[in-house]
């Protein structure tokens, strides 16, 4: 079993900031890809960033590349997601995501473990 604690969800305004964090525990393969989804109400799920730890390979979606930041800290099993330039659209529930091995596609369908999500808020 693998667990996620997500945190560092609030409020902002738009333009401003947020960091987001991931902590992995439990049966950790020696790599493994932690992506970012997020989900809005009314709204799909929407993979926003992956990041593989093998070689440190990061992805992002085009409604975010250049604005957020997919990261790791290697000696806290922790991932980060720094939010930049955040707009309205950006709203929704964040929520960290775990699988063994190499990172794929942006489908939740290939992310066995979740966890509880944390809330963005960006107003005007």
């Known amino acids: 079993q693998v667990q996620l604690v997500e945190s560092g969800g609030g409020s902002v305004q738009v333009g401003g900031s947020l960091r987001l964090s991931c902590g992995v525990s439990?049966?950790?393969?020696?790599?493994?890809?932690v992506a970012w989804f997020r989900q809005a109400p009314g709204k799909e799920r929407e993979g926003v960033a992956n990041?593989?730890?093998?070689?440190?390979?990061?992805y992002y979606s085009d409604s975010v590349k250049g604005r957020f930041t997919i990261s790791q800290d290697n000696s806290k099993n922790t991932v980060y997601l720094q939010m930049n330039s955040l707009r309205p659209e950006d709203t929704a529930m964040y929520y960290c995501?775990?699988?063994?091995?190499?990172?794929?596609?942006?489908?939740?369908?290939?992310?066995?473990?979740w966890g509880q999500g944390t809330q963005v808020t960006v107003s005007s």
């Open positions: 990041f593989w730890t093998g070689l440190k390979i990061p």
């Open positions: 995501a775990y699988r063994a091995g190499g990172c794929q596609f942006l489908r939740a369908d290939d992310y066995a473990y």
């Open positions: 439990g049966y950790i393969a020696s790599t493994y890809c």
